[in-house]
């Protein structure tokens, strides 16, 4: 959380097409905080995607001949990824040789693996971490979700969207397990002339 992730993403993307290359990119349909099918960075920055469920297959939608028409494959929100999923987008970039590039974060609320997250974490050729700061000043690698008072929830699903009932905070593995409380400092952002 808080990592940049969907910013890394829309530059890669960025990228690939200021070259005049065409990129495929997905995101989860689970996350429909700005729309469904939208990728949106905390920065701001906004595009629209094509969106995957537990269902989709990505083996099928490249096998159908569009494989040739991409240069890159971005996946944001990929610990929602099936581990079907995550096969098929290895064999995908194995089979086609279409580079495949995915953002998400490796475990929920209580410090639990997501799915999706430990099979690219098993299957991918290279990881590049994107890091966040805690609210000490050290490296963040949880994300507990919290109520609007900064309570530590400790029960419910896995998947819980950031909303109006919740919402997530980077923590070190030290502050993590220390307090169930934690402090929500938002900035109030304001532009000058």
């Known amino acids: 959380m808080n990592a940049g992730k969907s910013t890394a993403l829309l530059q890669v993307a960025h990228n690939y097409e200021e070259l005049g290359r065409d990129v495929a990119i997905f995101t989860s349909h689970l996350d429909d905080r700005f729309g469904s099918g939208q990728i ?7 595009r629209r995607a094509a969106t995957f469920d537990a269902k989709f297959d990505f083996l099928d939608a490249f096998q159908s001949g569009s494989a ?10 990929a610990q929602f990824l099936t581990r079907e999923q995550v096969r098929q987008l290895h064999q995908v970039a194995h089979v086609y040789g279409i580079p495949v590039i995915c953002y998400g974060i490796r475990s929920d609320f209580l410090g639990e693996p997501f799915p999706g997250a430990a099979y690219l974490l098993t299957l991918a050729d290279s990881l590049e971490e994107l890091k966040t700061v805690c609210v000490c000043g050290r490296k963040a690698t949880m994300n ?14 896995q998947i819980g969207i950031e909303g ?9 593995g030290a502050c993590f397990y220390k ?12 532009q000058t002339a």
Request: net charge negative.
């Open 40 to 46: 949106t960075s905390r920065l701001g920055l906004q």
């Open 164 to 172: 109006e009932q919740h919402q997530y905070v980077s923590l070190c």
């Open 179 to 190: 307090d169930h409380r934690v402090e929500i400092k938002r900035r109030d952002v304001r």
């Open 144 to 157: 507990p979700r919290v109520d609007a008072c900064g309570n530590r929830i400790m029960l419910g699903e």
């Open 68 to 77: 040739g028409e991409f240069a890159c494959i971005l996946v944001d929100e």
